[in-house]
């Protein structure tokens, strides 16, 4: 089902790095000046679903305080060391004000009740500090609860006698699969434009985009599909929902104020929505906000707050200190078991559904600088980089969850840059590894290739035949053993397919290479989710060459072109590809649908 969503001037502009529009934090970004129809809630209703009361102001305002309860109830004597503890904690979130703390005592035991107040400068520290410290251990009995002071007073205002609820008539769900029943085998594609949104058959028979839903102002920001189609989700100021079924209604939603991206698991059990705050002090770093939940219950398992600093480590940093997305990672297999991050010197995985810390404590990796999960199997696949000035060299490891035993490592030397590369059958995976030449003035490609399936895990490595050659994109074949690599120094360069198992008597240390065809204009790979057919697209610079490529033939099956193309997406059977032009170019914005074999049905 591929997205064909239009981009922004300012959106293609932050997509030119390949991050996602508004992550981790854009200055110039403002949700106010999103302008939504007048009574219009967009399906989603306000919290509670009740209607916002007017906030109650003094001189300072009560959004900027919280309350935090279930504190220890001590003594006058430990009375100041336990303010010193509290005030220290939230200091390190935002400034509390002058005078901005109350923990109030008892007039005959002279303890403290185990609350207090806390007021900070703006209600975004506010909101920050409840998000960042709910739940928070102060020791082993004392476990923070946080609230908003102006939710105090809808909880005062709830009733002491119980009120026995009216028994609701059950609902049933709709069928979240429906689409995969249709006579036709057709499958559906989602497609954005101004405010409004469609969800369209691909009939290829008639060659035309049937209409299936359409709604105006769905979304404020952006709609995505979930993995395997079941939900379409919508982002709004107040949060995130998730629509499906026959008639798209609203299946559940999920509260995360200015949300800005989101991210299910492989088999949409959990949903990631991911949100910044700007800090009030201009040399301060935003604040970055990720929720976990459950799709089906909608229950928020898990909050992780912080600076972006704490985040921006290693490859989840970008090249200007920024986040690359996702941080947040999700291992493969049919479980949606393990969550992780990275972190210094470390990994941090979380164990679904609790999403609590595997084991208490991270996997320690001195060095560490990316992973990847298997798409198929609790391993993961880790880069250290080398230490201590060299004379450690740089590690590639398979690491097993939960045991954590290390199934397989390679030690390397002179490296540059390292890229991970799985399989999605989990299968292969590659490991692209640019070393320094002797002198250190110019780097060259290699390829580490590892078969995880097999016995003791065997490595191949696979050396271009020249190679001062750069390479500009890499993909494996999703049902075989195949990979595409384009490579070259030049503006059109060569493109090779090579396969980890073959008949052919041309073998490149244990890599049968099928055949290499030069000067291509070309800089992605695009393979079929099938296999066997692939797409060479030359985007954005390359003004959207096309290449329909037949990777059994090893020859081109024709050649297009989709002027401006921005992006490229096969449906999920292989048999359409679709082609978009993002917002970015409003002359030549929309799309096109084409045949495997690059003959054009529609546009």
Same mark, same amino acid.
């Given at each position: 089902?591929?997205?064909?969503?239009?981009?922004?001037?300012?959106?293609?502009?932050?997509?030119?790095?390949?991050?996602?529009?508004?992550?981790?934090?854009?200055?110039?970004?403002?949700?106010?000046?999103?302008?939504?129809?007048?009574?219009? #809630?967009?399906?989603?209703?306000?919290?509670?679903?009740?209607? +916002?009361?007017?906030?109650?102001?003094?001189?300072?305002?009560?959004?900027?305080?919280? +309350?935090?309860?279930?504190?220890?109830?001590?003594?006058?004597?430990?009375?100041?060391?336990?303010?010193?503890?509290?005030?220290? !904690?939230?200091?390190?979130?935002?400034?509390?004000?002058?005078?901005?703390?109350?923990?109030?005592?008892?007039?005959?035991?002279?303890?403290?009740?185990?609350?207090?107040?806390?007021?900070?400068?703006?209600?975004?520290?506010?909101?920050?500090?409840? $998000?960042?410290?709910?739940?928070?251990?102060?020791?082993?009995?004392?476990?923070?609860?946080?609230?908003?002071?102006?939710? !105090?007073?809808?909880?005062?205002?709830?009733?002491?006698?119980?009120?026995?609820?009216?028994?609701?008539?059950?609902?049933?769900?709709?069928?979240?699969?429906?689409?995969?029943?249709?006579?036709?085998?057709?499958?559906?594609?989602?497609?954005?434009?101004?405010?409004?949104?469609?969800?369209?058959?691909?009939?290829?028979?008639?060659?035309?985009?049937?209409?299936?839903?359409?709604?105006?102002?769905?979304?404020?920001?952006?709609?995505?599909?979930?993995?395997?189609?079941?939900?379409?989700?919508?982002?709004?100021?107040?949060?995130?929902?998730?629509?499906?079924?026959?008639?798209?209604?609203?299946?559940?939603?999920?509260?995360?104020?200015?949300?800005?991206?989101?991210?299910? @698991?492989?088999?949409?059990?959990?949903?990631?929505?991911?949100?910044?705050?700007?800090?009030?002090?201009?040399?301060?770093?935003?604040?970055?906000?990720?929720?976990?939940?459950?799709?089906?219950?909608?229950?928020?398992?898990?909050?992780?707050?912080?600076?972006?600093?704490?985040?921006?480590?290693?490859?989840? +940093?970008?090249?200007?200190?920024?986040?690359?997305?996702?941080?947040?990672?999700?291992?493969?297999?049919?479980? #949606?078991?393990?969550?992780?991050?990275?972190?210094?010197?470390?990994?941090?995985?979380?164990?679904?559904?609790?999403?609590?810390?595997?084991?208490?404590?991270?996997?320690?990796?001195?060095?560490?600088?990316?992973?990847?999960?298997?798409?198929?199997?609790?391993?993961?696949?880790?880069?250290?980089?080398?230490?201590?000035?060299?004379?450690?060299?740089?590690?590639?490891?398979?690491?097993?969850?939960?045991?954590?035993?290390?199934?397989?490592?390679?030690?390397?030397? @002179?490296?540059?840059?390292?890229?991970?590369?799985?399989?999605?059958?989990?299968?292969?995976?590659?490991?692209?590894?640019?070393?320094?030449?002797?002198?250190?003035?110019?780097?060259?490609?290699?390829?580490?290739?590892?078969?995880? &399936?097999? &016995?003791?895990?065997?490595?191949?490595?696979?050396?271009?035949?020249?190679?001062?050659? &750069?390479?500009?994109?890499?993909?494996?074949?999703?049902?075989?053993?195949?990979?595409?690599?384009?490579?070259? #120094?030049?503006?059109?360069? @060569?493109?090779?397919?090579?396969?980890?198992?073959?008949?052919?008597?041309?073998?490149?240390?244990?890599?049968?290479?099928?055949?290499?065809?030069?000067?291509? $204009?070309?800089?992605?790979?695009?393979? *079929?989710?099938?296999?066997?057919? !692939?797409?060479?697209?030359? !985007?954005?610079?390359?003004?959207?060459?096309?290449?329909?490529?037949?990777?059994?033939?090893?020859?081109?099956? *024709?050649?297009?072109?989709?002027?401006?193309?921005?992006?490229?997406?096969?449906?999920?059977?292989?048999?359409?590809?679709?082609?978009?032009?993002?917002?970015?170019?409003?002359?030549?914005?929309?799309?096109?649908?084409?045949?495997?074999?690059?003959?054009?049905?529609?546009?």
């Amino acid at each position: 089902m591929p997205e064909l969503n239009d981009l922004t001037a300012d959106e293609e502009r932050q997509f030119a790095e390949g991050q996602p529009r508004g992550f981790p934090f854009d200055p110039e970004f403002r949700m106010e000046d999103v302008m939504l129809p007048e009574n219009d #809630d967009m399906g989603i209703a306000s919290e509670d679903d009740e209607v +916002a009361e007017e906030e109650i102001q003094t001189e300072t305002g009560f959004g900027s305080v919280i +309350a935090v309860d279930n504190l220890p109830q001590v003594p006058p004597e430990k009375q100041e060391k336990l303010a010193a503890v509290i005030k220290r !904690l939230y200091a390190q979130i935002g400034t509390i004000r002058e005078g901005g703390f109350w923990m109030p005592t008892d007039e005959e035991t002279k303890l403290t009740k185990g609350f207090a107040f806390i007021e900070f400068l703006t209600p975004e520290e506010a909101q920050a500090a409840k $998000q960042h410290t709910q739940g928070y251990n102060l020791d082993k009995r004392h476990a923070f609860k946080v609230n908003m002071f102006d939710e !105090l007073d809808k909880f005062l205002k709830t009733s002491d006698s119980y009120e026995a609820t009216e028994d609701k008539e059950y609902q049933p769900t709709e069928n979240l699969q429906e689409w995969l029943m249709d006579r036709r085998g057709r499958d559906q594609f989602i497609i954005r434009y101004g405010d409004e949104t469609e969800v369209c058959w691909n009939d290829h028979q008639k060659q035309l985009a049937e209409q299936v839903y359409k709604r105006s102002f769905w979304t404020e920001s952006f709609v995505q599909w979930s993995p395997k189609g079941s939900y379409v989700t919508t982002v709004h100021t107040q949060g995130t929902a998730v629509w499906g079924g026959p008639s798209f209604g609203r299946i559940q939603r999920f509260s995360h104020k200015q949300v800005r991206l989101v991210d299910f @698991s492989p088999n949409e059990k959990y949903l990631i929505t991911y949100s910044s705050q700007d800090p009030s002090n201009p040399r301060d770093k935003a604040t970055v906000i990720f929720n976990v939940f459950d799709i089906r219950t909608g229950k928020k398992l898990r909050n992780f707050t912080g600076s972006v600093d704490e985040f921006a480590v290693g490859a989840a +940093a970008g090249t200007t200190g920024m986040l690359k997305w996702p941080v947040y990672k999700w291992a493969g297999g049919p479980h #949606d078991k393990f969550l992780a991050r990275l972190g210094r010197n470390a990994i941090s995985v979380y164990e679904a559904p609790e999403m609590v810390l595997l084991d208490k404590k991270s996997l320690k990796l001195e060095g560490i600088q990316d992973f990847e999960w298997s798409p198929a199997a609790d391993i993961l696949c880790a880069y250290q980089s080398e230490q201590a000035g060299g004379n450690l060299p740089a590690r590639i490891s398979l690491i097993r969850l939960p045991d954590r035993a290390e199934l397989r490592q390679k030690n390397l030397f @002179s490296v540059s840059e390292v890229r991970i590369y799985w399989h999605p059958q989990g299968d292969y995976v590659a490991v692209q590894v640019d070393r320094y030449t002797k002198t250190r003035k110019s780097t060259y490609t290699s390829f580490e290739l590892f078969s995880v &399936k097999d &016995k003791d895990i065997p490595m191949e490595v696979l050396e271009l035949p020249n190679k001062t050659d &750069k390479v500009t994109d890499f993909a494996w074949e999703p049902r075989g053993s195949r990979f595409a690599i384009l490579h070259g #120094d030049g503006p059109r360069p @060569s493109f090779s397919i090579y396969a980890m198992k073959s008949d052919l008597k041309t073998t490149v240390k244990g890599v049968d290479l099928i055949g290499t065809q030069p000067n291509k $204009q070309a800089n992605q790979i695009h393979w *079929s989710p099938q296999g066997k057919y !692939l797409v060479l697209g030359g !985007l954005k610079g390359m003004n959207g060459q096309l290449e329909f490529f037949n990777a059994d033939d090893f020859e081109p099956m *024709s050649a297009a072109e989709h002027f401006m193309c921005t992006d490229i997406e096969w449906d999920p059977t292989g048999r359409f590809v679709a082609t978009s032009v993002g917002h970015v170019h409003q002359m030549e914005n929309g799309f096109n649908l084409w045949l495997f074999n690059g003959t054009e049905l529609y546009q």
